[in-house]
């Protein structure tokens, strides 16, 4: 079967049931219960930096960066990212993460976090972070606790509660 090619564009409202579809396909009930999730609740994802990749006008996959504070410093969290399984293993998700990793580089964000596996996440610059240096307001395996920086530098000295950006309404 030839499958078509797909672009990856800037999330659209109209993406948004479409998404809750994949991330409850993806994650289940339990997305809810993540830690990663306490952080984005109630905080709007940056919708500069939040992508949908399209093969024709069928939404494939989803990145979403939300921004938050590490010890008082703007930063931002990755996630959730999810691809349906009938369109994995086609680099959608490799072309999502790296396309928003570039825009926020342009506009200039600093760090990008995230609660992932490493050997998924590593080919993108992120590496683990210093065992207790950041705290999250909720468990997180350490394994899985891992930083990519955008700036020269912008990990030095990274440390502190990871926090919500701006409170719930
Ligand atoms: C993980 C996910 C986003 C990957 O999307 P995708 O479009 O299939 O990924 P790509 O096609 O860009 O990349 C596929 C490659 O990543 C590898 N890969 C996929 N998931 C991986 C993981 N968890 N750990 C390590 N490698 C992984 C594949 O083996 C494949 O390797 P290859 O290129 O050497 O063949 C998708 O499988 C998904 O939505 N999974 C469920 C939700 C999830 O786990 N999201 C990530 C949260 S941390």
């Given at each position: 079967m030839?499958?078509?090619p797909f672009t990856v564009v800037a999330e659209r409202d109209e993406?948004?049931?479409?998404?809750e579809d994949l991330?409850?396909?993806?994650?289940g009930p339990g997305q809810y219960a993540r830690t990663a999730f306490r952080l984005r609740e109630g905080v709007p994802h940056d919708p500069e930096l939040s992508l949908v990749a399209l093969a024709g006008n069928e939404l494939i996959g989803s990145v979403r960066l939300t921004p938050i504070f590490i010890g008082g410093r703007p930063?931002?969290?990755?996630?959730?990212l999810a691809v349906w399984p009938?369109?994995?293993?086609?680099?959608?998700?490799?072309l999502l993460v790296r396309t928003s990793l570039e825009l926020a580089r342009r506009a200039g964000h600093g760090v990008v976090i995230l609660v992932?596996?490493?050997?998924?996440?590593g080919p993108f610059g992120f590496v683990r972070l210093r065992p207790g240096s950041?705290?999250?307001?909720g468990p997180v395996d350490p394994y899985r606790l891992l930083a990519a920086e955008l700036q020269p530098g912008a990990l030095v000295g990274l440390?502190?509660?990871v926090t919500k950006a701006f409170p719930a309404a």
């Amino acid at each position: 079967m030839q499958l078509s090619p797909f672009t990856v564009v800037a999330e659209r409202d109209e993406d948004k049931p479409i998404i809750e579809d994949l991330h409850e396909a993806a994650f289940g009930p339990g997305q809810y219960a993540r830690t990663a999730f306490r952080l984005r609740e109630g905080v709007p994802h940056d919708p500069e930096l939040s992508l949908v990749a399209l093969a024709g006008n069928e939404l494939i996959g989803s990145v979403r960066l939300t921004p938050i504070f590490i010890g008082g410093r703007p930063a931002l969290l990755l996630g959730p990212l999810a691809v349906w399984p009938q369109h994995a293993g086609r680099g959608a998700g490799k072309l999502l993460v790296r396309t928003s990793l570039e825009l926020a580089r342009r506009a200039g964000h600093g760090v990008v976090i995230l609660v992932g596996d490493e050997p998924y996440y590593g080919p993108f610059g992120f590496v683990r972070l210093r065992p207790g240096s950041v705290q999250l307001p909720g468990p997180v395996d350490p394994y899985r606790l891992l930083a990519a920086e955008l700036q020269p530098g912008a990990l030095v000295g990274l440390s502190g509660m990871v926090t919500k950006a701006f409170p719930a309404a």
